[in-house]
């Protein structure tokens, strides 16, 4: 690919040194013509592919999640792409892995909050080991990342992307605490992106439909129970069709690309027209 090899698994490689530069036209590029970018869940699905995204447009990309394997697959497909393994939602973790990407990047562009879990079942069965790791994954830890990551994102001029669902503005039987967590990180992109707007940090959040990931398998979510919902999203969704992770990370890249300048505090909804149907 012409360009640097990177040092994997957040071994120690050259700092960019520019930490200070604030994002202008050029939207804050480094001397070697990359941004830093950090993804959340990057060794799976929607999270892969935009770190993938971001590296082909020559973004430096720290990929982040539990399990290295799955990291490790994202990193090998690109030498931009370095997987750093660990748990958002244990202590202390998200101000580690943000001093990790400076130690080794000099410096943070963009923070994709994309990582989460969905735990299922109707009201009356929902207990706190279902509600729990949801709220945690899926809202306290965007929160303890983007706080940690903000005086980087301030140097840069950066941007952040949460990643939310089109379900959220509607009703989802059966996934009720889900729905609201993501409604709830809709709520503080909004909030942020005018506590930051001073401060030269954008903030939006794209909202996926129905897309081709790995997530009924991470649910824990029986062949027959996915087809059933695969099938309901299909017959909410205009476009007749399952999305492709390819086509999220699209809307993600472009959002936290320079031409969106002058966007802030949006949520798009990449979602084949289910949240308008
Ligand atoms: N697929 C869809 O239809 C759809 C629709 C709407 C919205 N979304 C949203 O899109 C985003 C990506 O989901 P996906 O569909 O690509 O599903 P996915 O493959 O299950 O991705 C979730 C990722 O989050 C990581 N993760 C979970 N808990 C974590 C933790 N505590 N610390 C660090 N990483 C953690 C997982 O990796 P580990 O297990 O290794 O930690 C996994 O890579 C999510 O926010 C999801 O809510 C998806």
Do not use: C
């Not at 709220?135 to 994102?153: C, D, E, R, S």
């Amino acid at each position: 690919m012409g360009h640097h090899s990177g040092v994997r698994d957040d071994g120690g490689r050259q700092r960019h040194g520019d930490g200070e530069q604030r994002g202008g036209e050029d939207g804050g590029r480094g001397p070697r013509g990359g941004r830093t970018v950090l993804v959340t869940g990057g060794g799976t699905g929607i999270g892969r592919a935009t770190a993938l995204a971001f590296a082909a447009e020559g973004a430096e990309v720290v990929v982040v999640g539990r399990r290295l394997g799955p990291l490790r697959e994202t990193s090998a497909a690109d030498p931009r792409i370095t997987a750093l393994a660990g748990d958002l939602t244990v202590e202390g973790e998200p101000e580690r892995i943000v001093r990790r990407v400076l130690e080794t990047h000099g410096r943070l562009d963009v923070l994709v909050n994309n990582a989460a879990v969905v735990r299922g079942g109707p009201l009356g069965s929902l207990g706190a080991e279902t509600i729990g790791p949801q709220l945690a994954t899926n809202l306290v830890a965007p929160v303890l990342l983007t706080g940690a990551a903000l005086p980087a994102l301030e140097a840069s001029g950066g941007v952040i992307v949460n990643v939310s669902t089109s379900v959220d503005r509607r009703a989802w039987p059966g996934s009720s605490v889900y729905a609201a967590t993501k409604a709830a990180l809709e709520s503080l992109t909004r909030s942020w992106a005018v506590e930051l707007a001073p401060r030269g940090v954008r903030v939006v959040a794209v909202a996926p439909g129905a897309v081709d990931t790995p997530i009924g398998d991470h649910q824990g979510l029986s062949a027959e129970r996915q087809a059933a919902v695969r099938a309901w999203q299909l017959a909410h969704t205009p476009l007749g069709r399952i999305g492709r992770p390819a086509e999220v990370a699209w809307a993600i890249t472009r959002l936290a690309g320079a031409g969106a300048s002058f966007v802030t505090g949006a949520v798009l909804a990449v979602d084949g027209g289910a949240v308008v149907a």
